[in-house]
């Protein structure tokens, strides 16, 4: 059974820092793409940032230079670093993958396997 399971989420205030884990298990994303995606009620699930297979990163406009994704395929763990937090960065965190190539997308549809989410909340 494949299992993504998301921790460190947890409330910050606004300048502030967290990094998000995900811990893959049940499958190998080695060869794959693993991202993070973010949802705020009533909004869409948006992508936030993906990191392919040989480390190469593509992120959201919102969160570039600010984010860090990376990975650690001997722990089959996907890292988010997230300094300079914001209120608009409040929202649950998803991490996702598949075990192929991805291309760089950070469109939801291209991602077969999901985490339960995780809460992150910035105050200003």
């Known amino acids: 059974e494949v299992q993504l399971v998301e921790s460190g989420g947890g409330s910050v205030q606004a300048g502030g820092s967290l990094k998000l884990s995900c811990a893959a298990s049940?499958?190998?994303?080695?060869?794959?793409?693993m991202a993070w995606f973010r949802q705020v009620l009533g909004k869409e699930r948006e992508g936030v940032a993906v990191?392919?297979?040989?480390?190469?990163?593509r992120y959201a406009d919102s969160v570039q230079g600010r984010f860090t994704i990376s990975r650690d395929n001997a722990k089959n763990t996907l890292y988010l670093q997230m300094n300079s937090l914001k209120p608009e960065d409040t929202a649950v965190y998803y991490c996702?993958?598949?075990?192929?190539?991805?291309?760089?997308?950070?469109?939801?549809?291209?991602?077969?396997?999901w985490g339960q989410g995780t809460q992150v909340t910035v105050s200003s």
């Open positions: 990191i392919a297979s040989d480390g190469s990163t």
């Open positions: 996702a993958a598949i075990g192929i190539g991805c291309g760089g997308s950070l469109y939801r549809w291209d991602f077969t396997d």
């Open positions: 049940g499958s190998t994303y080695s060869a794959g793409c």
